[in-house]
């Protein structure tokens, strides 16, 4: 079945950059995609980015996909203390035609430290 | 994007007893899915709602524990019956249909005691 990780602690100095790295294993997988937690909150969409695609750009954030190695990354310019949050990796896997649930990887927790 | 509404946000629930939980979006989407995430863990599918037909459930989880309903193509609610403290989680309700985007609602934080 699916499987995805990712290491589960980071800590980054304000100002830094800071790189989340996920791997996965279905190698069908249609879309990648990036979640932030904060404490008690839900889950915010940050990005995704197709598989036929290796980098995705969004302001402070980049998306680099290695479809070879099944890598995923996040990197995060400029990190802040407001980026303090567990973030997953997550990819999508389809059941039926239309159909996509996510597969999430453990969460990596982020601390900035100012 | 699509906003979803959870209902209640949170709750601290007596074991034997059943929660169910509300899930309204702003618009008319095919599949609804929910998730649980247990405390300090990631997130696990339970089931996906489709309207107008019986959910399905994933490996884990059934009916009888997770009874779902998708009156419309707008809400849906799923209950967690005959609690235990093992229920207790984070049970979020999540939107995702053709486009790219999956959208997750706030969560409804359970707490069996």
């Known amino acids: 079945g699916e499987d995805v990780e990712q290491s589960l602690f980071l800590s980054v100095r304000e100002g830094d950059s800071s790189v989340i790295n996920c791997t996965y294993t279905?190698?069908?997988?249609?879309?990648l995609y990036w979640y932030k937690q904060e404490p008690g909150a839900g889950l915010q969409l940050l990005t995704y980015?197709?598989?036929?695609?290796d980098m995705k750009q969004d302001q402070r954030l980049t998306v680099l996909l290695n479809k070879k190695d099944k890598h995923l990354s996040l990197r995060i310019a400029d990190t802040q203390t407001g980026d303090s949050a567990i973030y997953f990796c997550?990819?999508?896997?389809?059941?039926?035609?239309?159909?996509?649930?996510?597969?999430f990887g453990s969460g990596t927790r982020l601390q900035v430290q100012p | 994007s699509a906003v979803i509404s959870q209902k209640p946000s949170r709750d601290i629930c007596q074991r034997g007893t059943s929660l169910t939980i509300q899930c309204q979006v702003d618009?008319?989407?095919?599949?609804m899915f929910w998730y649980r995430q247990q405390p300090g863990q990631s997130l696990t599918l339970i089931a996906t709602?489709?309207?107008?037909?019986?959910?399905?459930?994933e490996s884990g989880f059934v009916i009888d524990k997770f009874p779902i309903s998708r009156p419309n193509l707008t809400f849906s609610t799923l209950t967690v019956s005959n609690m235990s403290p093992e229920d207790s989680s984070i049970y979020l309700c999540?939107?995702?249909?053709?486009?790219?985007?999956?959208?997750f609602g706030q969560g409804t934080r359970l707490t069996v005691v």
């Open positions: 980015i197709f598989s036929n695609m």
């Open positions: 279905d190698s069908s997988s249609t879309y």
């Open positions: 997550a990819e999508s896997f389809s059941m039926d035609t239309g159909r996509r649930a996510l597969t």
């Open positions: 709602a489709n309207q107008g037909s019986e959910a399905t459930y």
């Open positions: 999540s939107v995702g249909q053709g486009n790219p985007e999956a959208f």
């Open positions: 618009s008319q989407v095919t599949m």
